[in-house]
Nanobody
Framework: QVQLVESGGGSVESGGSLRLSCAAS????????MGWFRQAPGNEREGVAI???????TYADSVKGRFTISQDNAKNTVYLQMNSLKPEDTAIYYC?????????????????????WGQGTQVTVSS
């Protein structure tokens, strides 16, 4: 059974940093396309960053230069390092997997390609 468990959320002031973790079980992380998404109250869920098993990545324009997605295949874990946080980054952050997306197509994935989701972790940034 596939399971994704996020951790690392919390409350920080504007300009602060947080590191989110997503521990995956039920499949070998090294072969799966993974992503971070977020949803703020009243907004649709949006993509933040995606990482393929070969390490290639893509980011939403709103987080480029501030957020970094990374992976530790030995630990079956994906991370999201968030720096220079802004109040508009406040949201529930979700980790998700797109196991049917191959390496070549991973970073071009749409949200509908991600079929396994974690429970989410709250990130709150105060001004």
């Amino acid at each position: 059974q596939v399971q994704l468990v996020e951790s690392g959320g919390g409350s920080v002031e504007s300009g602060g940093s947080l590191r989110l973790s997503c521990a995956a079980s039920g499949y070998t992380r090294s072969s799966v396309c993974m992503g971070w998404f977020r949803q703020a109250p009243g907004n649709e869920r949006e993509g933040v960053a995606i990482i393929a098993s070969d390490g290639s990545t893509t980011y939403a324009d709103s987080v480029k230069g501030r957020f970094t997605i990374s992976q530790d295949n030995a630990k079956n874990t994906v991370y999201l390092q968030m720096n220079s946080l802004k109040p508009e980054d406040t949201a529930i952050y979700y980790c998700a997997a797109a196991p049917k997306r191959g390496v070549r197509w991973c970073v071009a994935s749409q949200i509908s390609d991600f079929i396994n989701w974690g429970q989410g972790t709250q990130v709150t940034v105060s001004s």
